[in-house]
């Protein structure tokens, strides 16, 4: 590649590769931070049920690297509120997405034989 050069006001000499490799390495940088943003974020929703008391529970978490920076939980009662329980919450299905808008994965995942653990066929 032939360099060229051009003398500007006051006799200094400039090169016209420059502003190529600058913004050349600009579009580099640029670049580097966007794949970098995108391949850190994750979404994931986990849906969580108690078989003693019917309850259900639901969570939704986005993270940056696996740190989560925002958690969001609701529960809701179907059944009777008994004062001593302690809920034996089990994951009966989650869903995920990987990067901005799921491009680089998503899924879901569910138990298919019913939402509460007693209602499972096989041993989990």
């Given at each position: 590649?032939?360099?060229?050069t051009r003398v500007g006001?006051?006799?200094?000499?400039?090169?016209?590769?420059?502003?190529?490799?600058?913004?050349?390495?600009?579009?580099?940088v640029v670049t580097g931070v966007f794949i970098f943003i995108a391949s850190g974020f994750q979404?994931?929703?986990?849906?969580?049920?108690?078989?003693?008391?019917?309850?259900?529970?639901?969570?939704?978490t986005i993270s940056f690297f696996s740190l989560p920076v925002w958690q969001y939980q609701e529960s809701?009662?179907?059944?009777?509120v008994v004062p001593s329980h302690r809920h034996a919450w089990w994951r009966y299905s989650?869903?995920?997405?990987?990067?901005?808008?799921?491009?680089?994965?998503?899924?879901?995942?569910?138990?298919?034989?019913?939402?509460?653990r007693d209602e499972q066929t096989s041993n989990n």
């Open positions: 590649m032939k360099r060229e006001e006051a006799g200094s000499v400039r090169s016209t590769l420059g502003p190529r490799i600058r913004l050349m390495s600009w579009a580099i979404w994931r929703e986990d849906r969580y049920s108690c078989h003693v008391c019917r309850a259900l529970s639901e969570a939704q809701s009662r179907q059944g009777e989650y869903a995920y997405s990987d990067g901005p808008m799921g491009c680089l994965g998503k899924g879901t995942v569910c138990h298919t034989d019913g939402r509460f």
